[in-house]
């Protein structure tokens, strides 16, 4: 087992957490906020995900791990708007919370 599969792949459970826990708001309370979260988490599990088929060479011709590859773009794309969205809604969901 690859360094990058075993980090991936404790990576992959506390991303799920966060997921199951940001979908539970979600589906409490529909707010903007919420969705805010449930889309940066999903985000953040696109990125673990991604680092497992990079891991696994799952979709080779996606050239995962390499500059300039559809593979790195969705790996960027995922990450900034994981951690643009997650604490943005977290924040607005605490200074809104009655």
């Known amino acids: 087992m690859s360094a990058t599969l075993l980090k991936s792949l404790i990576a992959l459970f506390p991303m799920c957490l966060l997921l199951a826990g940001a979908a539970t708001l979600f589906f409490r309370a529909r707010t903007a906020n919420s969705l805010l979260q449930l889309i940066g988490s999903l985000g953040l599990v696109v990125v673990v995900l991604a680092h497992v ?26 990450a900034l708007l994981g951690v643009t969205l997650f604490p943005v809604g977290y924040l607005l969901h605490a200074v809104t919370k009655h």
């Open 53 to 78: 088929c990079e891991a696994l060479q799952i979709f080779p011709w996606m050239h995962w791990g390499m500059e300039h590859s559809i593979g790195h773009y969705i790996d960027l794309s995922a």
